[in-house]
Structure formats: C-alpha cells, structure tokens
C-alpha cells in the first residue's frame, strides 16, 4: 500500500519549534519532489515548503521564509520541515504530498495537488 504519514505536530508556545516528519511506505519517496502544506481552520489548503528529488533545490511561502527549514532523508525515505519561532499563524493541520511527474518546486506548492490526503498532523501554536 502506497502512503505518506505525516507525524510530529504538537501545541507549542509562540516563539517554539517543532520538526514535522513525512514517512513514505510502499514506494521510494527519492524519485519525487515533496511538499509541506497547511490548512487552517476555514481556509484553503496552502503550500508551505516543497524540496526537489534530484538538486536539493527548495521552495518556501514568503510566511515561513527564514523560519522553517525541509529537508529530505533518503535512506530513511522521509522528509522533514523543521519549524522554528513558530506563530499563532503557523497553526493549521499540515500535510505532506508528492508532486507529478517532472513538476517543480515552485509549482507544487503554488498549485497544491489534487486528490486524496492523509490524516495530516495537528500544529497549534498557542500560549
């Protein structure tokens, strides 16, 4: 069974961290460029961070631009999103996706994909 399980969400004061994790299971998640995306209560789903499968080149929405950090662990066949100074703002569900053949960065998460999702992780940031 082909999947993407997104773990590693929490409630956090503002200002906190924590670090996203998005594990693939019956495919090899290297082939593909991954993105992080969110949904708040009431709103679209947004792209957040995409990172390509071959260059390492990434992309992140202007709202997370020196906060968060993705990355990819091949061996472990997961992709992360390190989220630091976390805001009110940040909470959403957040959900992890691979993208079509030869897309990009930038139109992955500009344009997130359709279809089904996962259960996604729960992100709070509250005091």
């Known amino acids: 069974q082909l999947q993407l399980v997104e773990s590693g969400g929490g409630l956090v004061q503002p200002g906190g961290s924590l670090r996203l994790s998005c594990a693939a299971s019956g495919f090899t998640l290297d082939r593909y460029v991954v993105g992080w995306f969110r949904q708040a209560p009431e709103k679209g789903r947004e792209g957040v961070s995409c990172?390509?499968?071959?260059?390492?080149?990434?992309y992140y929405a202007d709202s997370v631009k020196g906060r968060f950090t993705i990355s990819r662990d091949n061996a472990k066949n997961t992709v992360y999103l390190q989220m630091n100074s976390l805001k009110p703002e940040d909470t959403a569900v957040y959900y992890c996706?691979?993208?079509?053949?030869?897309?990009?960065?930038?139109?992955?998460?500009?344009?997130?994909?359709?279809?089904?999702w996962g259960q996604g992780t729960q992100v709070t940031v509250s005091s």
């Open positions: 990172i390509s499968s071959s260059d390492g080149s990434t």
């Open positions: 996706a691979i993208g079509p053949p030869f897309t990009t960065v930038q139109a992955l998460c500009v344009i997130p994909p359709s279809g089904s």
